[in-house]
């Protein structure tokens, strides 16, 4: 399974990744908005999970992109918590 995982944080970032693909994800990071826009519509991913606080970009932007694909969506922010559309 493919995921997109948006994160700004560096440092969360590499943790969550290392994590997932323990889990055996393969996964494809960007740092933030434009960069996982330009990912999403580029990819075939099964799953976003996206920073709900991004610097340059909020977490819904990335929405319409990611239904035109059929990509299940979930955000999270930076303690964890989940929220599913």
Do not use: N, W
């Not at 994160?7 to 590499?14: A, G, R």
């Not at 693909?21 to 996964?27: I, K």
């Amino acid at each position: 399974m493919r995921l997109l995982l948006v994160e700004d944080e560096i440092d969360i970032q590499s943790f969550l990744r290392s994590s997932l693909e323990e889990a055996g994800y393969q996964v494809e990071a960007a740092a933030d908005g434009k960069t996982a826009e330009r990912l999403a519509v580029d990819g075939q991913f099964d799953i976003l999970i996206v920073d709900l606080g991004l610097p340059d970009q909020d977490r819904h932007q990335l929405d319409p992109q990611a239904a035109s694909t059929g990509t299940q969506r979930t955000g999270a922010d930076s303690i964890g918590a989940a929220e599913r559309r």
